[in-house]
Structures are given as C-alpha cells and as structure tokens.
C-alpha cells in the first residue's frame, strides 16, 4: 500500500527536490500521527475514567445539593404552614374582638335608643300636663268670662231698667211739665234725660272695650 509520503512524491516528481521535501515532511507527519494515537488513546482512557469519576461526584453532589434543597423546601414549608396558622389565629383573634366591638357598640346604641325613647315619653307625658294645664286655664279663664258677662248683663239690666224708670219718671215728669206749661221744669227734664242716655252710652262703651281687650 502506498504511503501518503510516496503519493505526494509522485505527484510532484517533476520537481524532484520539491518533490522529495514534500514527502520526507509528509512521513514525518505520519510517524507523529501514529505516537500521537498512541498516546491519544491512552490519554482518552484516562480522561475517561476521570469524566466518569466526575460525572459520579457531581451526581453525588447535585443529590446532595437536591437533599439539601429539599430539606429547605421542608423547612420553608413548614415555616409558611406555622406563618399562615399565626395568621389565621390573628385573624381569628381580629375577627373575636371586632366581634365584641360589634356586640358592644350594639349594646350602646340599644341603650341609647332606651334612653331617647324614655326621654320622648318623659316629654309627651310633659306636653301631655302641659296641654292638659292650658286647657284648664282655658275652661277657668272660659268659666271667669263667662261669670264677668253675667254679672255685667246682670249690672246692664239693672242699669237698663233704672234708665227706664228715670226715663218714665221723667216722662211722666214732662208730661205734667207740659200740661203746667212749666218751661224751666221741661228744659231740666230734657237735660236729664239727655245726661241719663250719655251715661248709658259711655257704660255700653266701656264694656265693649273691656271684651274687646
């Protein structure tokens, strides 16, 4: 079998020298090539072995690694768990007082409310004395008006017919006046007369202005 070194000198033989440096470079290359097989494939085994023992303790690590991580995952986990059962107790807790805080201001405002009502019943039963001492006051006041007319129709019928007693006398005083042809006796009768109706007049005027105060 020929060489790659012979190849190479065949193919630019025309240039022996060229030809001959080609192919003395190109074997040289080839004994390389063979060692470096040799070692390469040692070396492969090698670096192998040590790939695999690395492969190993990173799998033992990254098992590791993945425990530990685990065991946080663990740890964590129960650290939220005892978080949210603290949390729920606090919002137990809130939920117990806002509770009693309902319950109390309930409390109050039922009391309150009692009071207002107690209050409005106090003052309907005031109003309620009050309206009752005002009508009263008005039947008394009603009863005392009443009282003050009678005795006023009473005093105007007194003075009605002693007015009308003076009026006849005096009539009958100017009638015998007349017939005398007593002139003076007439003008005294007349101005009495006039006197007597002046006076009945002024009294009818002060009651009217005393029921219309």
């Known amino acids: 079998m020929m060489t790659l070194a012979a190849k190479v000198y065949e193919a630019f033989k025309e240039d022996e020298n060229k030809a ?3 192919a003395d470079v190109i074997e040289r ?14 070396d492969l085994t090698r670096t192998e072995l040590t790939l ?3 492969i190993e303790q990173n799998r033992a690590n990254f098992a590791i690694e993945m425990e530990k991580v685990r065991n946080e995952i663990k740890q964590t986990e129960l650290k939220l768990v005892k978080e949210i059962e603290k949390v729920r107790n606090e919002i137990k807790e809130t939920e117990l007082k806002l509770v009693k805080e309902i319950e109390k201001v309930r409390s109050d405002l039922s009391i309150e409310i009692e009071k207002v009502r107690n209050e409005i019943k106090e003052t309907e039963l005031k109003l309620v004395k009050e309206i009752e001492k005002v009508r009263n006051e008005i039947k008394e006041t009603e009863l005392k008006l009443i009282r003050e007319i009678e005795k006023v129709r009473s005093d105007l019928t007194i003075e009605i017919e002693k007015v009308r007693g003076d009026v006849a006398q005096a009539r009958s005083d100017l009638t015998i006046a007349i ?3 007593n002139v003076s006796a007439i003008r005294w009768l007349v101005g009495l007369m006039i006197t007597q109706l002046i006076a009945v007049s002024g009294l009818l005027v002060g009651l009217f202005q005393y029921f219309l105060k």
Do not use: A, F, P
């Open 179 to 181: 017939h005398s042809n």
């Open 20 to 22: 001959r440096v080609l």
């Open 29 to 42: 290359i080839e004994i390389g090539m063979s060692d470096v097989d040799i070692v390469t494939s040692h």
């Open 52 to 54: 695999i023992k690395e």
